[in-house]
């Protein structure tokens, strides 16, 4: 979290909850499996591309493995290796035709070629570095079509979305060699600015795309908006990601509710909704964007979701199909239950479409029974990678949805929590112990760093927060807009405050033994943090990175006067 500032004061619907209520949400997330062990199975080399960006054995099966049939995922294959000039260029996995149907289908060629995009030998290594490692880093833990496929068939005929792929690469491949750099390093220094230029080169094709083809390919426009998100938030420019956001939902919400303002000629070559690019939009390209929405909720003034956007959806989950679309209705189900997120254009709003918002709870366990549905009709993915983050998102939001409308006890209704804070540590070893991802420098989708950061600052249990705090450490990396390293330096500066006030309290007594915090109850309630945080990120002439931090105790109205420097 490399900015981060709760949002002002708006007026939003709070729902009171009962204590009654808050008790029987966390025993439901007690009830929990305990976590298992991955087994260890060696990974197939002649498996197929999609296996490969999943990290599980392909049966290597033709035309379509069976991994991809359970998942109903595009089976990609690689291509041969080819001698010759041509071999330097990027080969872009093909998507079987059988499969097009169920995306975006687009003009595929063997190689991108320079009808696209010229390619020097600096871009190309650019475009390279983001097909073999950037694309799978991105996506995350999910196994997403539109990182590893999409946007390199996009890349293909559209120059605009070739140079953004281009500047991406290089950016990404200067920030991996930064990330852990104490000291600018010059080769990152080198990229980073290359990044920069290519950058401006891609915006400029994508003004010129805005402006010939905004509406008629909406599909490439929002892929464009995607992709420049990811780039701003990969070189730390959170303002700028936040308009391509806003303007990208608020674009999505006219298209959606067909209020374009458009005149009737152009209205007529809009994508139509029920078109292949249109069901792409609502099924790919939506819960990205949402997805992108809830990550920026710690950040000054985070964009708003027009309610146009989540309206069709009614909470009521049906059996899910893959882990995917589990991901997905659990992401609508987020951006109702925190109203902050959802613009309102009516006063009367409440219809029938809103049961995830007039029942959160409910729709929370609804979500959580049909999670739990479905890995009991698949109990080999119980453990997988991609379940564990859906429980760790599904029990984080559930514990900020209570303790923010818990009207009585404040901060210490966390106290209350410890076993569903502990369960979620339990989660985000075992994700570190049984797969790489960790070690990713980036990714765009969901991930573990949010859920650790909110544990280390939520709960004061000493032991619980401190394994968090340690495993935000572990591996620097950024997820969207938190920064590991910065939430466990933000996450340590919070500790010292809350239990430095039991400290301070002993020495003003006099008191003569050693004070120490042995469990969550020593920590003072005036002591406490209250909601959240504001805090500005810098990086000084020499290049240390640090937060500037303001934050509220438990009572207090005002920030505190004077930043506390967090070092990083």
């Not at 000054?300 to 909470?315: L, N």
């Not at 929590?417 to 989660?427: A, K, N």
Request: net charge neutral; hydrophobic share 40%; aromatic share 8%.
């Amino acid at each position: 979290m490399a900015n981060s500032q709760p949002p002002a004061t708006s007026s939003t619907t709070t729902i009171t909850i009962t204590t009654n209520n808050a008790r029987d949400a966390a025993a439901s997330l007690q009830q929990k499996p305990p976590p298992r062990k991955r087994k260890s199975t060696p990974r197939s080399r002649e498996g197929c591309l999609t296996c490969r960006t999943r990290r599980v054995k392909c049966d290597e099966t033709k035309p379509k493995c069976n991994n991809c049939i359970r998942h109903q995922s595009g089976c990609t294959w690689p291509d041969p290796p080819r001698r010759g000039a041509g071999a330097a260029a990027a080969n872009v996995p093909l998507r079987p035709a059988a499969e097009q149907q169920q995306h975006l289908t687009v003009a595929l060629r063997p190689a991108l070629t320079t009808s696209a995009v010229k390619l020097t030998q600096k871009t190309e290594r650019a475009f390279k570095y983001f097909q073999t490692e950037s694309a799978r880093q991105f996506a995350g833990y999910f196994d997403n079509d539109f990182w590893a496929v999409t946007v390199l068939q996009l890349a293909h005929a559209e120059p605009c979305v070739a140079q953004i792929l281009v500047a991406l690469g290089a950016r990404h491949e200067g920030y991996r060699n930064d990330v852990v750099a104490r000291q600018p390093d010059p080769d990152a220094v080198m990229l980073c600015r290359r990044a920069d230029e290519e950058y401006t080169k891609a915006l400029h094709l994508f003004k010129r795309h805005i402006h010939a083809r905004q509406w008629t390919d909406l599909h490439v426009t929002l892929t464009c908006a995607a992709l420049c998100i990811a780039f701003d938030w990969l070189r730390g420019t959170e303002a700028d990601a936040n308009i391509h956001l806003q303007t990208s939902l608020n674009t999505m919400a006219m298209w959606l509710s067909d209020t374009a303002p458009l005149a009737p000629a152009e209205r007529a070559g809009m994508t139509p909704v029920d078109s292949p690019e249109g069901r792409f939009i609502q099924k790919a390209l939506k819960p990205i964007f949402i997805t992108m929405a809830l990550h920026t909720r710690s950040l000054p003034s985070p964009p708003t979701i027009p309610v146009q956007v989540v309206s069709a959806e009614d909470g009521h989950f049906g059996p899910f199909a893959t882990l995917t679309e589990a991901r997905d209705g659990l992401v609508l189900l987020l951006a109702y239950i925190f109203p902050e997120f959802i613009t309102y254009y009516t006063t009367d709003f409440y219809g029938d479409t809103t049961t995830m918002q007039k029942d959160p709870l409910g729709s929370l366990r609804r979500w959580e029974d049909a999670l739990n549905e479905y890995l009991a009709r698949h109990p080999e993915e119980s453990a997988d990678p991609r379940a564990d983050i859906l429980r760790l998102w599904h029990i984080g939001a559930t514990l900020l949805f209570l303790g923010e409308n818990n009207t009585t006890e404040g901060e210490n209704f966390y106290d209350t929590m410890v076993p569903q804070f502990e369960y979620q540590i339990g989660l985000a070893e075992r994700l570190i112990e049984t797969t790489e991802i960790p070690q990713w420098r980036f990714s765009v989708d969901m991930g573990a760093i949010s859920c650790l950061y909110h544990t280390a600052v939520k709960c004061r249990n000493p032991d619980i927060r401190r394994r968090a705090i340690a495993l935000l450490k572990r591996w620097p990396r950024r997820e969207a807009v938190y920064d590991s390293l910065a939430c466990a330096a933000l996450a340590e500066e919070i500790v010292k405050i809350e239990e430095g006030a039991l400290r301070e309290a002993a020495a003003a007594a006099e008191a003569v033994e050693e004070v120490v915090v042995r469990s969550e109850g020593d920590v003072p309630r005036h002591a406490r943090i209250s909601g959240k945080v504001w805090s500005e990120c810098y990086r000084d002439d020499s290049g240390q990175r640090y937060n500037e931090l303001w934050v509220r105790r438990e009572g207090e109205a005002e920030w505190s006067e004077e930043p506390r420097r967090v070092v990083w």
